[in-house]
């Protein structure tokens, strides 16, 4: 899962702009990040580690017009390595710049397609690079000299046809304008709003979260639809066409853990679903006939379902668990060594909260365990007397492979286990789970009415290329991407200091 916004107008230090708008977005993702602006030329400024500590003053002097687009990256394949920052650039057949969220399913196909087809390798293990080469190659069939709007649409529409998965896009054409289009399911999130700056030019742009627009001043917030691809050139109001488009199957687990509370996706308020989520799983809890003195959150993305699960079952709500707010987010970090460490760093336990109790932790969801196991072992060395663990999201037993971590299955702690041996690998005296049925509940209580893709919890992937065979060769390849990680890691340690 990775975060983007692009804006363009007649603001001339955009950069700045879009440097505010990735630092809203930082929880989408903290291994990367990167800005391009253009004016008349690309000025490109990317790197590792968090976006205040990437852009330095003379950088952004240095990125100057009045378009821009940036990104935040969260690996799902690929290292912490420079050359996987986006954004990507390309200068012929026309100047591209382009980032994205999401993932490629079809991503070896592409590669040997754009190799022997259009005499063109990729250098990084990053999607966005043959996204960038496929949109690039079509237009460069048909754009002419200048590709005009129509070609540009044309274009979307064979890379919408050949590009497989989940993915939402921003991207520059040089003397074109902003480009933004989302895969024909609408799996990850993408909304586009307007401004008027000071001299009254109309001003837009597009982002994953809604949250990013608001702050920075954007009103009528829309969303891009599944399929749709919409093209801003400045002066001019955006050019929208459905271009190929399935059924909107957006990504539940948006609702469930990466989205800001305070976001809107696809119509559906993030704190309403997360407070609906703690109404049914209140109600599970009721069923289960255990017994908590205090319900404690793992913070932050469980705290509102938390909060809403012990107003409904009038037992207390206490924030137990103290978190450092600056260990990034554990669940996207990239390497299991990384993801280990940090959540000991990450979290601490009031002892007065957890002595003697009877203890309902309350996360968002858990996903290989290990960190809702060190959790445990937090809550038993605080004192506990009996820690139960329920989960706001269901058993989580197959891999994502539209753009979010969840490994393969083999790492998955759900994976063909019950729940009772669950518990026990966490070392819990019990869990309860959301049911896949509350779940949508949830968020159709919110007033939606969306085929949401809930894949990694019910195995149904939306789009029609998932098979059983793509599954195996996407879960070998994070397997191999893995063990490259690992090696890297030992070398690493290996280095003199
Ligand atoms: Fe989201 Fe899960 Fe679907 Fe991946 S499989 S897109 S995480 S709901």
């Known amino acids: 899962m990775c975060g983007f916004y692009g804006a363009i107008g007649s603001n001339p230090n955009v950069c700045h702009e879009v440097y505010e708008a990735l630092v809203c977005l930082q929880h989408r993702g903290q291994d990367s990040a990167g800005i391009v602006s253009y004016d008349h030329r690309f000025h490109l400024k990317k790197g590792n580690g968090l976006v205040r500590d990437i852009f330095r003053a003379k950088n952004m002097e240095r990125l100057t017009g009045t378009w821009g687009i940036g990104q935040v990256r969260y690996p799902t394949f690929g290292g912490a390595t420079t050359e996987d920052a986006q954004p990507f650039q390309v200068h012929y057949p026309y100047g591209i710049a382009m980032a994205h969220n999401g993932n490629v399913t079809n991503a070896e196909i592409l590669t040997e397609w754009l190799r022997r087809e259009k005499r063109t390798i990729m250098n990084s293990s990053c999607d966005i690079e043959l996204i960038l080469a496929t949109f690039a190659a079509e237009l460069g069939e048909i754009g002419g000299v200048d590709p005009d709007p129509e070609s540009v649409f044309k274009a979307i529409e064979k890379v919408l046809h050949r590009v497989k998965g989940a993915y939402s896009v921003i991207s520059l054409v040089a003397q074109l304008g902003m480009v933004a289009f989302r895969d024909p399911h609408g799996i990850r999130p993408l909304l586009m709003g307007k401004r008027t700056a000071a001299d009254g030019t109309v001003e837009w742009a597009c982002a994953s979260e809604n949250i990013a627009l608001e702050i920075l001043g954007y009103s009528d917030i829309e969303n891009i639809g599944p399929g749709e691809a919409v093209i801003f050139r400045p002066g001019e109001d955006p050019l929208r066409r459905k271009v190929f488009s399935i059924r909107h199957n957006p990504c539940i687990f948006e609702h469930v853990y990466f989205a800001r ?13 997360r407070r609906n989520f703690g109404i049914q799983l209140a109600k599970k809890w009721q069923k289960s006939g255990f017994h908590a003195d205090v319900v404690i959150p793992v913070p932050d993305s469980a705290c509102t379902s938390a909060s809403t699960m012990a107003r409904e079952l009038g037992i207390e709500y206490r924030e137990g668990l103290v978190k450092n707010r600056y260990i990034g987010r554990t669940f996207i970090m990239p390497g299991q060594g990384e993801r280990t460490s940090s959540v000991r760093r990450k979290l601490n336990a009031i002892e007065s909260e957890f002595k003697g109790k009877d ?23 605080a004192g506990a007397k009996m820690v139960y663990f329920a989960s706001c999201s269901p058993p989580v037993r197959h891999p994502c492979v539209y753009g979010v971590d969840m490994s393969t299955r083999a790492e998955l702690i759900a994976n063909e286990t019950s729940e009772v041996e669950i518990a026990k690998k966490l070392g819990a005296d019990a869990v309860i789970y959301q049911e896949i049925s509350d779940l949508r509940l949830a968020v159709a209580n919110s007033g939606s009415d969306l085929h949401y893709c809930a894949a990694c919890f019910d195995g149904n992937y939306p789009t029609a290329d998932v098979s059983a065979e793509t599954l195996s060769n996407i879960e070998e390849a994070r397997l191999q991407d893995h063990r490259q990680r690992l090696s890297i890691e030992a070398d690493k340690v290996g280095e003199p200091g």
């Not at 509370?261 to 679903?273: G, T």
Request: glycine content about 2%; hydrophobic content about 45%.
């Open 261 to 273: 509370p305070d976001s809107i996706i696809d119509n559906v308020s993030v704190y309403e679903a």
């Open 359 to 381: 203890v309902l932790l309350v996360d968002d969801s858990i996903v290989r365990g290990n960190t809702s196991r060190q959790i445990v072992e937090l809550a038993r060395a």
